[in-house]
């Protein structure tokens, strides 16, 4: 009798336990996942930046200079002050790249860390998709190197008070050559670590091998301009060679393949014609959930997933629902430049975005740069045709990491070319927009930092500082102070180009219909309505660097849906515009754009 209400008592009591566990679990969540941006009444408006670049302040700009020499910005940097100037852009969520830890030559020693070997790094600071160790951050972004998980969730802490959302890069295609990690919880095991090396492929390795072969990392012929040569003594020991990061099965990947990483082995025979052995699942896919749920434990609220296309859509047709499981509101953007799987990644892959880099942005940079095939052709294929069902989940951009900058030499050369690119982009569709820092005060990317030459990009291999964006910065003020008058112009109509599209529901959830221009035009000049039934707005560009438009605009009735036109007012510039019951005059100058509120 007293065994069995003992019995009772315990099995209430174990109830009780795990229901004020479960209740505990869902407030820690609480508290680190804030109610912030309502995905489903706003627009996505990313800002990109790279915290190493981001807050340096220092000047030196050495080619391939050290830390020392050419300073560090850290986690600590990006304060309250540089957060409301990123916040006031119309920025909801924020991606910071570079955050884990990646291969560099920097010595960490004395906090267990060692530099890796200039054999198979790519620059001094090292790229951040060369990950070496997935469960740290990169020692570089933190003042005290020994908390530096804890300056990054402060970091964390201070970007959502400002009521905005953290996106961190997820690179599951490949890891550094040395990749190791000094900081994974108990119990977790190292990518390769129970592999069997005398395969050239099994599905219960991590990696893919060469046997009986030693890696061969590629010689830079151009040793007179790569001052790390000194360093690079080609005595590198992998053996076997394991198959390099963009699918080079070979002990000799050139000096132009990813020869300083590991592809990773999601469970596909490629030499077997890309035979797939998912069952029983791969180690790597419970390996790689494990990491994302590390990540989201700790308040992350996206990934940018790298090269999303070079993992089998499988895995994330299982990973991603896995996920979010435990964080319904986590958000996936998928790397991807292959229109013809777009599809599958959104229906299969389970992606929320994808990008949109091979289709509209390449049409834009056309149109941008005055080729002589440019086309506003290219904008309505965008919407009409390659990407109807799924226009609103492409992410649109004209800089990040891996593009030239639009003020680059050889880009447009002058950053103002490019605002009705940047209309068209925030105002296509209902998905995300993106800029990369820097881009809103003309940064060119001038020079060669070290190992991304002379390339029209701001490096990410390398310790530098920006110079524009270092203006506005300001030597840690975060108020544009030394920005000239016409920085401060373009910063400006970025701001309004962003705020008008973040949270206007026509661009968020309208209809699109495109609408002719009269009078004088060419294939440089485009217009169109987003409209709900309580808000209509007509957007005019044009990339003519010479003809202005002068059109008067006639609205469909399907458009006006009987409410004749009372005001038309250019929301970026303010002008009342001349109109009747349902047309609106258009007087455009060269490159220039209107998003008009009628």
């Known amino acids: 009798?007293?065994?069995?209400?003992?019995?009772?008592?315990?099995?209430?009591?174990?109830?009780?336990?795990?229901?004020?566990?479960?209740?505990?679990?869902?407030?820690?969540?609480?508290?680190?996942?804030?109610?912030?941006?309502?995905?489903?009444?706003?627009?996505?408006?990313?800002?990109?930046?790279?915290?190493?670049?981001?807050?340096?302040?220092?000047?030196?700009?050495?080619?391939?200079?050290?830390?020392?020499?050419?300073?560090?910005?850290?986690?600590?940097?990006?304060?309250?002050?540089?957060?409301?100037?990123?916040?006031?852009?119309?920025?909801?969520h924020v991606w910071y790249t570079g955050v884990i830890a990646h291969a560099s030559l920097t010595d960490y020693s004395s906090y267990g860390i060692k530099p890796d070997d200039a054999d198979v790094?790519?620059?001094?600071?090292?790229?951040?998709?060369?990950?070496?160790?997935?469960?740290?951050?990169?020692?570089?972004?933190?003042?005290?190197?020994?908390?530096?998980?804890?300056?990054?969730?402060?970091?964390?802490?201070?970007?959502?008070?400002?009521?905005?959302?953290?996106?961190?890069?997820?690179?599951?295609?490949?890891?550094?050559?040395?990749?190791?990690?000094?900081?994974?919880?108990?119990?977790?095991?190292?990518?390769?670590?129970?592999?069997?090396?005398?395969?050239?492929?099994?599905?219960?390795?991590?990696?893919?091998?060469?046997?009986?072969?030693k890696l061969v990392p590629p010689v830079n012929p151009d040793t007179s301009h790569n001052l790390l040569s000194a360093m690079q003594d080609h005595k590198f020991e992998e053996y076997p060679a394991k198959a390099t990061g963009n699918d080079v099965f070979s002990a000799t990947p050139s000096i132009n393949d990813w020869y300083e990483t590991i592809k990773l082995n999601y469970g596909v025979d490629y030499a077997d014609g890309q035979k797939k052995y998912f069952d029983p699942m791969p180690p790597v896919w419970l390996k790689t959930r494990d990491i994302l749920l590390y990540w989201a434990e700790k308040g992350v609220d996206g990934f940018r997933c790298d090269m999303a296309e070079m993992v089998p859509v499988e895995f994330w047709n299982w990973v991603i629902p896995e996920v979010k499981k435990a964080y319904p509101d986590m958000v996936f953007i998928g790397e991807a430049y292959n229109p013809q799987a777009y599809e599958t990644y959104f229906n299969e892959g389970k992606f929320d975005y994808?990008?949109?880099?091979?289709?509209l942005y390449d049409g834009l940079k056309k149109l941008i740069r005055n080729e002589h095939d440019a086309d506003v052709h290219e904008i309505r294929k965008a919407w009409q045709v390659e990407k109807q069902s799924f226009n609103h989940k492409m992410l649109r951009f004209l800089e990040n990491h891996d593009e030239e900058r639009i003020a680059s030499a050889g880009f447009a050369g002058q950053a103002e070319l490019a605002m009705p690119a940047m209309v068209v982009s925030a105002t296509l569709s209902g998905g995300p927009v993106m800029l990369y820092f820097g881009q809103e005060v003309g940064e060119p990317a001038k020079g060669s930092e070290g190992f991304g030459g002379d390339d029209n990009r701001s490096t990410i291999f390398d310790y530098w500082g920006i110079p524009e964006h270092q203006k506005w910065m300001n030597n840690g003020a975060f108020d544009g102070g030394q920005l000239s008058d016409d920085q401060k112009a373009l910063r400006e109509q970025y701001k309004k180009i962003m705020h008008i599209a973040g949270i206007s529901p026509a661009i968020k959830k309208g209809d699109i219909m495109e609408v002719a221009l009269n009078g004088e035009t060419n294939s440089r000049m485009y217009a169109y309505v987003r409209y709900t039934a309580t808000e209509r707005l007509l957007i005019v560009v044009n990339f003519n660097r010479e003809l202005h438009v002068n059109s008067e605009v006639?609205?469909?009735?399907?458009?006006?849906?009987?409410?004749?036109?009372?005001?038309?007012?250019?929301?970026?510039?303010?002008a009342i515009l001349p109109h009747t019951t349902t047309s609106i005059k258009v007087n455009l100058g060269a490159v220039g754009a209107q998003i008009i509120a009628f």
Not at 46 to 72: C, D, H, M, W
Not at 131 to 144: C, E, F, G, N
Not at 562 to 567: A, D, L, Y
């Open 1 to 92: 009798m007293y065994r069995s209400r003992f019995l009772k008592f315990m099995v209430v009591f174990m109830l009780l336990a795990g229901l004020a566990q479960a209740t505990y679990a869902q407030k820690k969540r609480k508290k680190l996942r804030p109610t912030l941006i309502n995905m489903d009444a706003n627009k996505l408006m990313i800002y990109q930046l790279l915290p190493r670049i981001f807050g340096n302040k220092q000047t030196a700009n050495v080619v391939y200079g050290t830390i020392e020499q050419n300073g560090s910005g850290k986690f600590n940097d990006i304060n309250d002050k540089a957060l409301d100037g990123i916040r006031e852009l119309g920025t909801t």
């Open 121 to 213: 790094v790519k620059g001094r600071a090292g790229s951040p998709y060369a990950i070496r160790d997935y469960y740290d951050v990169d020692p570089d972004l933190a003042v005290d190197v020994k908390n530096r998980m804890s300056e990054f969730e402060a970091l964390l802490k201070r970007t959502h008070k400002k009521d905005m959302k953290v996106i961190i890069d997820f690179v599951p295609n490949h890891v550094a050559r040395s990749y190791h990690s000094v900081t994974r919880p108990k119990g977790v095991v190292d990518f390769g670590e129970h592999d069997d090396r005398s395969k050239a492929f099994s599905p219960t390795n991590d990696y893919y091998y060469v046997p009986g072969q």
């Open 554 to 574: 006639h609205i469909p009735e399907q458009v006006l849906g009987g409410r004749p036109i009372e005001k038309a007012q250019d929301m970026l510039s303010n």
């Open 354 to 359: 994808l990008y949109d880099k091979v289709g």
